[in-house]
């Protein structure tokens, strides 16, 4: 049964990565190809549409995990998932920013993408994957990953006031459900969530970086 079953698993999760793979270098292509055209000012509108379905679909990935077709824990992947969704539609979306920050984002993103779902189309796929790619999926993200949340913060930080102004998701008294959300004070609490959050994942980042590499130079 379980022979039968991991086929259609590699076939599928090799389609899945692959694919995201490929929307991730679009994502960088418009990102790059705009930065020097036309600046900084234009990256979000011209990378938009495939940064968005690159980003929702991994939502998948919380699929996958709790139907048993990757070995990844709920409770690492979806704190990811869900600050990446938070800011792709929460702010990116909802508030649209022409700032540079937005460019360091997607650039930081995107290349932690590419090699991510490199090395896991490489392992799906063929059963294996080339020494230099397990060194760049363990180790990109001692660079990319303040770069991404410097962004993040510094983004949700430049909507502030935009959110403020427009009250754009928020619920005011009185209503029938007797419930007031200020999305405004939302925004400054995800912020404050990455004061704890980010040491702690950066960390976890650093011990799985060492046991991968560990392990790796034993075999």
Known sequence: MAASFSLPRRLYLSLYNWTLLFGWC???????KTLKESGHERVYNA???????????????????????VRSPITSTLPQIGSRLYLTW????????SHVLVTSLLISWSITEIIR??????KEAFGFYPPWLLWLRYS????????????????????????????????????KWNL??????GAIFAMAIYVPGSPHLYTYMLG????ALSKSKIE
């Open 26 to 32: 679009q994502v960088l292509y418009f990102v790059l």
């Open 47 to 69: 990378a938009e549409k495939p940064f968005l379905l690159a980003q929702t679909a991994a939502l998948l990935e919380l699929l996958h995990g709790l139907v048993g077709l």
């Open 90 to 97: 929460g702010i990116l979306w909802s508030f649209p920013e």
């Open 117 to 122: 779902y490199s090395f896991f189309g490489f």
């Open 140 to 175: 990109s993200f001692i660079i990319f990953y303040p770069i991404g949340i410097s962004s993040e913060v510094g983004l949700i930080y430049i909507a502030l006031p935009f959110i403020k102004a427009s009250e754009r998701y928020c619920i005011r008294m009185p209503n």
């Open 180 to 185: 007031s959300i200020d999305y405004f004070y």
């Open 208 to 211: 799985q970086r060492k046991k």
